[in-house]
């Protein structure tokens, strides 16, 4: 099939081929086909728009008819090999090494995700943005940032694809053999626990993460070709912003969970408004790139025990200008706080017999990833400010809500356990 008509059968596929078949949620009305580049050995990928929005997708022919290529079609190795050879049409390769590994069978990666991520031979992850935007993208600078920095708890980055220079369209780092995110090693450790084995082993983790946290902060606080000058301050206009797109997360959960749930969030929403209005009372504090989508499903441990921080697009729920904003390091905290407690919800609910176990290894743990991120800062521990912390939490929190009514209505139970528990609290935080 040559190009021409290649065009006119995407044309003519729908939205349909525009979509990998996990993609939850309300897809486009419509797709514009913009360009369509030839990939080495055959296949394309196409871009396409609808409205601000760019569409991503690999096709290839099989039996004479063009679709939507799949993990074994070859069209994602193919990606591999434009970015070692530095790119092809509108794609620009950009690589953080020289030589990339290129070559090998495709697998898809089997769990729950945004984007669409496939091992090549298994040896790299490639990662397709189906739904791109143009733009500035954190999946493009902290992964440069942080191989300029020497930061290794990450899997390595090999290097990105951008189509005409502003759009992120694949992402390729090294594979690590064996990882599983934290919604499946650590459920299954306290899992663990709850049939009999020393809870001790489920409360090692969260100091590890504490730690990797913080180095990943002060890694984010370093100066890099990249980013020059990482650290700055954000004033009272600012932190107003913050104030103001926390409420407006708060109306958005409130409007968006009835029932039951929605009756226990309304009773907890003047508690939480006063948490979020706390902010009001900050002047000054410090920012710098964060991680924006910091949660245990974030941090991949190998079967040696190791753990590294991943997955450096932000929040797929914001827009890519505001992941790339400065933020607040605390941010992350109180999202990762926030995910170490949903684990403990998440098998609460599965294990109710284990409650006060599991209500007691939360406290231990909160606890733990804490002070081990403050401890691991180090001469940096500037760079958080726990005034930010509790009003933060009940924003992600809040977000939790919104994040179950749009994508995933089983995940409602966990913040309709955690909100009221949170706001619960009494806990005494520095000045
Ligand atoms: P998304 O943005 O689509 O959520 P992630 O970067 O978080 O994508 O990757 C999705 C999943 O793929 C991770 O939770 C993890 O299980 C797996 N994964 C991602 N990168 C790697 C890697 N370098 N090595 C091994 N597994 C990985
Ligand atoms: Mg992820």
């Not at 990249?226 to 600012?238: H, K, Q, T």
């Not at 909160?366 to 940096?380: I, P, V």
Request: a negative charge.
């Amino acid at each position: 099939m040559d190009d021409t008509a290649a065009r006119e059968a995407i044309d003519a596929a729908g939205v349909g081929i525009w979509l990998p078949p996990h993609l939850e949620g309300p897809g486009p009305d419509a797709v514009a086909l913009l360009d369509l580049i030839g990939l080495p050995g055959g296949g394309w990928l196409a871009i396409g728009r609808s409205d601000r929005d760019r569409w991503v997708t690999p096709v290839t022919v099989r039996d004479g008819v063009l679709r939507r290529a799949r993990p074994g079609d070859g069209v994602i190795a193919a990606l591999l090999r434009v970015l070692a050879v530095g790119g092809t049409g509108a794609l620009a390769g950009r690589r953080h090494i020289p030589v990339i590994p290129t070559g090998g069978d495709e697998r898809a990666i089997e769990v729950d995700q945004s984007n669409e991520s496939v091992v090549v031979g298994e040896r790299v992850v490639v990662k397709l943005y189906p739904h791109a935007r143009s733009g500035p993208q954190p999946g493009l600078d902290l992964p440069a940032h942080l191989v300029a920095v020497g930061f290794a708890e990450t899997p390595a980055p090999l290097g990105a694809l951008t189509w005409r220079d502003d759009t992120l369209v694949a992402s390729m780092a090294t594979y690590v053999p064996g990882a599983r995110d934290g919604w499946e090693w650590y459920v299954e450790l306290l899992e663990t626990a709850c049939a009999g084995a020393a809870w001790s082993a489920a409360d090692a983790p969260a100091s590890m993460i504490g730690g990797l946290v913080a180095r990943l902060h002060r890694a984010f606080a370093t100066e890099s070709v990249v980013f020059p000058s990482p650290i700055a301050a954000a004033g009272r206009a600012e932190i107003a912003r913050w104030r103001a797109r926390a409420d407006a997360t708060l109306d958005d959960a409130l409007a968006s969970t009835d029932g039951a749930a929605g009756a226990r969030l309304t009773a907890v929403a003047p508690a939480a408004r006063s948490a979020i209005a706390a902010l009001d009372a900050i002047e000054r504090t410090p920012v710098l790139r964060i991680h924006g989508d910091l949660h245990v499903g974030q941090v991949l441990q190998s079967p040696d025990g190791r753990l590294v921080v991943s997955d450096f697009d932000g929040d797929p729920l914001t827009p890519p200008d505001v992941r790339s904003a400065l933020d607040a390091p605390a941010r992350d905290v109180a999202a990762m706080a926030r995910a170490i407690d949903h684990v403990g919800r998440v098998v609460a609910h599965r294990h109710p017999e284990h409650d006060a176990s599991i209500v007691a290894w939360t406290e231990r743990s909160r606890a733990a990833f804490l002070s081990a991120y403050r401890a691991g800062l180090g001469d940096r521990g500037d760079l958080f400010d726990e005034r930010l912390l509790r009003p933060l939490e009940v924003e992600q929190e809040a977000h939790e809500y919104v994040y179950a009514a749009r994508y995933l209505p089983r995940w409602l139970s966990v913040p309709d356990a955690a909100m009221p528990a949170l706001l619960g609290r009494s806990e005494t935080v520095a000045p």
